[in-house]
């Protein structure tokens, strides 16, 4: 039967007596099935056939799952550009969560608060609380672990990315230059003065690249065996540039000698270094 | 089930071979057994262990071992593969947080409800898992066998959410008594 107490609904539960929210399918005390389905007496109680924390909880976790959500994409943000433009998403799906856990707390002051009547019903109110911030408190942790490793992960293989796209275009475009070179010395001269830039570009790139595959090989052992043998091209492709630079160097000499001096120069000090170039392709890396 | 949940992720880009917790399980049996007149004892604290255990493992394991899994850079040229993989693996994950979550509020407020809500969510995490196996028996079929390691535990606590005495008396009628002392002499 309802009873009304301080403008609040109930109805006794018919199997212990205990007082229940009039809407309730269940006792709370005796968990028995209510059948009464009666029309709220108060204004203040929402008159629901729903089961009561249920509605509360799903809100609560959907509204800790949101903010987990906000919490790993703005930690993979910050990991990798951190521009403005991209706090955008996360800032909303922050929002969202905000608005589920305050719709949460109006479900809460709606349809249970003011059916606390009794001790338990306050408890319980606590121990959504406590399982409520412990478990929020784990999972947004586990949200900034996954969005940090993430977002490390990703710059690492975007700088990885770029620096090979980089190698690759100076490499391509030292090549060319080296096989449109003309016969005479002359145009060996200005084909090392023009590709000299791109050594120097190449050489740094290299450099770069061999840190970060080391890192890489470190975090995917996986790989070990595709790693290392980009890392022994790329250290080949360094001693290759290593003598380049010293042809380089040669043809400076070269182009302020006179006429019948550089070819005597060109056979007896670059030549040798082409020969030790060419040998580097003969030599299988280990 | 968790823990295979993680060692499925895991397995879906690394060839190693995945330790068994024979153990683990034998201490956490024999903490149920010792439980079992208790409410949440026997089964259904099993359940819980189980939970929590394989939740915190699985963490673990992703964070440790499979996060490049995950990295959509690492699947360059293949990103079809990769929302396979998501597709695959992630709602499963997902699914953990909200089990974890709906099994914790059933244990702290015990109210029937919220054993209703717990079905469901279990309920998804087995659809979810069988939509994972049948992508992965066509792309990761290493896959397949620890999938279904972790797809039948599911089904079995589907049933016992919705069969079980003792999550009846528990959760709903709130007159879970020990047995006399006598009786199990």
Known sequence: ?286 | MHILCALSVFATDQHTTTPTLPLGWLIMWWLCARRKNEPIGGWLAYYYYQLYVGAIFGILMVAGLNIHSYVPENFSGQSKVFYLFLLSALPGLLLLFFEVAAASYLLALKTWDLVVLLRRVLIASALAEAVGLVIDAKYFPDNVALGMLSFVPHLLWIGYFYRSERVQRVFKTHDWQPAPKAALA
């Open chain 1, 1 to 286: 039967m309802p009873v009304e107490a301080d403008n609040k609904s109930f109805a006794m539960c018919q199997s212990c007596g205990a007082k229940n929210p009039e809407y309730a399918q269940f006792c709370y005390s005796c968990g028995a099935q209510q059948t009464q389905t009666l029309a709220p007496v108060s204004g203040t109680v929402a008159a629901s056939a729903a089961p009561i924390y249920s509605g509360v909880v799903l809100q609560l976790m959907l509204s800790l799952f949101l903010l987990a959500v906000a919490v790993f994409d703005a930690c993979q943000w910050a990991t990798q550009d951190g521009s403005p433009a991209n706090f955008f998403r996360p800032a909303l799906i922050g929002l969202a969560a905000v608005g589920l856990f305050i719709a949460a707390r109006r479900s809460w002051a709606t349809r249970i608060s003011p059916a606390m009547i009794d001790d338990t019903s306050k408890q319980n109110k606590r121990k959504i609380i406590t399982v409520t911030v412990t478990i929020g408190t784990l999972l947004l942790c586990t949200a900034v672990l996954f969005g940090w490793l993430i977002g490390k992960s990703r710059k690492q293989l975007r700088v990885l990315d770029a620096d090979l796209a980089q190698y690759s275009a100076i490499g391509d475009k030292i090549s060319k230059g080296r096989n449109e070179a003309g016969n005479t010395i002359a145009d060996y001269v200005r084909m090392f003065e023009s590709i000299e830039p791109d050594v120097v570009a190449l050489q740094s790139c290299s450099s770069r690249l061999l840190g970060e595959l080391g890192d890489y090989d470190i975090e995917f052992p996986e790989y070990h065996a595709q790693t290392t043998k980009s890392i022994a091209n790329i250290s080949k492709t360094q001693r290759r540039m290593g003598l380049l630079m010293k042809q380089i160097g040669v043809a400076e000499k070269v182009k302020t000698m006179e006429p019948d001096e550089q070819k005597a120069a060109w056979l007896g000090e670059l030549v040798p270094l082409a020969q030790e170039e060419d040998k580097l392709d003969d030599n299988t890396p280990h």
